[in-house]
């Protein structure tokens, strides 16, 4: 349950939600994006209900446990997962094409699929593929329409060290580009690193909002995140 929880993100910054197994944050990041109906209030994106096609549209969502089709290949999903969306995903001219038209659909992909790590499995099944490999896969899907929004829920689990940079490293890229972040995590450490501002629930209810470096002080994100529960 989530109890008269009010949030104001602003555009283009890297938003880490914070909180204990079972406060809410899963259940936040639904209703924001519209999969899950409130009992009262609105999400508003863009000035618009967030529930609307308008919006959807700018968005991209990886849940916690993605689901995907075993039997496709990741091209193949991905594909499947393009054609769902009016906005496609266009690449941006590579190093040495003359003419950035000539690039099709299926090169857009494997561009998306390079960048998250997995051209090279592009056409293996989706059966085989490992707990990070699918995480990567994951981001990718949630990538596909280029949203101006991006909603990743526990986007580094499962994710070994080097996977865990390269996922930085890439939403980093994507803030560069001007994208709004809003992810669950229990890496404490990452959110530190990368982000701008966190919010922290606890038992549904919001308990703080702000920036980063003033919520932790002269202390770890860590050490300042247990003090705050403990107190609670």
């Known amino acids: 349950m989530v109890d008269n929880l009010s949030l104001d993100l602003k555009e283009g910054v ?3 939600f914070l909180g204990p197994n079972g406060a809410g944050k899963t259940t936040t990041m639904k209703i924001m994006i519209g999969l899950t ?3 009262k209030g ?3 994106i863009d000035e618009l209900d967030s529930k609307t096609i308008k919006v959807k549209e700018q968005i991209g969502y990886m849940p916690e446990d993605p689901y995907f089709y075993d039997h496709l290949t990741a091209l193949e999903f991905m594909n499947f997962m393009a054609s769902l969306f009016k906005k496609k995903c266009h690449p941006e001219r590579s190093e040495g094409s003359k003419d950035s038209s000539s690039v099709t659909q299926n090169d857009s992909i494997i561009n998306l699929l390079k960048t998250v790590g997995l051209n090279n499995v592009a056409n293996k099944k989706i059966g085989y593929f490992s707990k990070g490999m699918k995480q990567r896969l994951g981001l990718a899907q949630a990538l596909v329409n280029d949203p101006k929004y991006i909603f990743l829920d526990e986007p580094l689990d499962g994710l ?3 996977g865990r940079r390269e996922f930085k490293q890439i939403l980093l890229g994507l803030k560069k580009k001007g994208k709004t972040i809003f992810f669950n995590s229990h890496i404490l450490s990452d959110v530190e690193e990368i982000c701008d501002q966190i919010g922290i629930i606890n038992e549904g209810k919001l308990i703080y909002s ?3 470096k003033q919520f932790r002080g002269n202390k770890t994100l860590e050490d300042a995140f247990v ?3 403990t107190k609670q």
Do not use: A, E, Q, T
Request: hydrophobic fraction near 35%; glycine fraction near 12%.
């Open 42 to 44: 609105s999400v508003k």
């Open 210 to 212: 702000g920036s980063v």
């Open 37 to 39: 109906d409130s009992s």
């Open 227 to 229: 003090d705050k529960l």
């Open 14 to 16: 890297m938003f880490g």
């Open 160 to 162: 070994d060290p080097i």
